[in-house]
C-alpha cells in the first residue's frame, strides 16, 4: 500500500503543470531541506516551482541551493494556475487550512510528513 502512495505522489508532482510547494510555519531543516529537493527535481523535470515559507529563511539554512524559489507572498495561494500544492513537514491542520483558503479551483493536495 505504501508504495502505490508513493507512486501516486510522484505521479501527480511528475504531471504537475504548476506546483506550489509549502513548508511548516516553523521553518525547520527537514521542511525546507524537503521542499528545496522537490523542486531541484522538479526544476530537472521542466517545471517551475515555488516554495512558500511563512517566514524569511533563517540565516542557518541560507547556505541551501534554490533560495530563489522561495516566498514569503501568500498571494502565491490565490494563483487560478496552481494545480498541485505539496506540504513538508507541516503537521498543523490549521496552518495548511489557513493557507488553502484563497486557493480557486481545486488542485491537488499533498501532505508529506512522518
Given at each position: 500500500?505504501?508504495?502505490?502512495?508513493?507512486?501516486?505522489?510522484?505521479?501527480?508532482?511528475?504531471?504537475a503543470k504548476?506546483?506550489?510547494?509549502?513548508?511548516?510555519?516553523?521553518?525547520?531543516?527537514?521542511?525546507?531541506?524537503?521542499?528545496?529537493?522537490?523542486?531541484?527535481?522538479?526544476?530537472?523535470?521542466?517545471?517551475?516551482?515555488?516554495?512558500?515559507?511563512?517566514?524569511?529563511?533563517?540565516e542557518n539554512?541560507?547556505?541551501?541551493?534554490?533560495?530563489?524559489?522561495?516566498?514569503?507572498?501568500?498571494?502565491?495561494?490565490?494563483?487560478?494556475?496552481?494545480?498541485?500544492?505539496?506540504?513538508?513537514?507541516?503537521?498543523?491542520?490549521?496552518?495548511?487550512?489557513?493557507?488553502?483558503k484563497p486557493?480557486?479551483?481545486?488542485?491537488?493536495?499533498?501532505?508529506?510528513?512522518?
Amino acid at each position: 500500500m505504501e508504495a502505490f502512495v508513493h507512486q501516486r505522489i510522484h505521479d501527480t508532482l511528475k504531471a504537475a503543470k504548476k506546483p506550489l510547494l509549502v513548508c511548516d510555519a516553523r521553518i525547520d531543516g527537514d521542511s525546507l531541506g524537503s521542499a528545496l529537493a522537490e523542486a531541484d527535481w522538479l526544476m530537472k523535470e521542466g517545471k517551475e516551482p515555488r516554495v512558500f515559507v511563512n517566514t524569511a529563511v533563517p540565516e542557518n539554512y541560507r547556505f541551501l541551493p534554490h533560495l530563489d524559489l522561495t516566498t514569503t507572498d501568500r498571494n502565491v495561494f490565490a494563483d487560478s494556475d496552481l494545480d498541485v500544492i505539496a506540504f513538508f513537514d507541516c503537521s498543523r491542520d490549521a496552518f495548511a487550512a489557513e493557507l488553502l483558503k484563497p486557493v480557486p479551483g481545486r488542485p491537488a493536495i499533498i501532505n508529506i510528513d512522518h
